[in-house]
């Protein structure tokens, strides 16, 4: 089976710049996504880490270290508006379904 | 391009009603997921289309559930008959076929369930 860990909650101000972890055990592995949901809204998709190292999208930037089982999403100069919950999600092998972790939820605050 | 979309958005029904949820994918996509979240908890598979054809359904709950996809386009999960537990939204997300595409999934707005 597979299993997720994020921490539940992170509060930070804006302006900072906050790190949120995610640590996972599959049977195999096939890539590490990151997604973001506001409130009553959908889960929309922020990046995405097959092999290891960083990926940057703007002010969000994500990690992956395969041997470590381990990723973390970066968000910089931090926004009231980046306050939502956010998911690491992984596939253990093309093909399969994603399995998410069960999300921190981000305060920023003014 | 129109995103996903689910019907209806919300549905409040009594125990043992039925009820049938609906996604339309964006087009040409072949994947296709429902996924249910809880309480605010984790978002859960239920299962995973491509095509018109069941990729993976481990994760629907009981053969109270069931989803379809004539035609491989859109997609329904009907409920029948509810229970309490089943109170939750409903997710639908879906994917292009192969690659880096395929990794990005598109959800739709939930379809928000309770169960009374």
Sequence with gaps: ?110 | EAGVTQFPSHSVIEKGQTVTLRCDPISGHDNLYWYRRVMGKEIKFLLHFVKESKQDESGMPNNRFLAERTGGTYSTLKVQPAELEDSGVYFCASSQEGGRDAEKLFFGSGTQLSVL
């Design chain 1, 1 to 110: 089976g597979q299993s997720l860990e994020q921490p539940s909650e992170v509060t930070a101000v804006e302006g900072a710049i906050v790190q949120i972890n995610c640590t996972y055990q599959t049977s195999g592995f096939y890539g590490l996504s990151w997604y973001q949901q506001h409130d009553g809204g959908a889960p929309t998709f922020l990046s995405y880490n097959g092999l290891d190292g960083l990926e940057e999208t703007g002010r969000f930037s994500s990690f992956l270290s395969r041997s470590d089982s381990y990723g973390y999403l970066l968000l910089q100069e931090l926004q009231m508006k980046d306050s939502a919950s956010y998911f690491c999600a992984v596939r253990d092998n093309y093909g399969q379904n994603f399995v998410f972790g069960p999300g921190t939820r981000l305060s920023v605050l003014p």
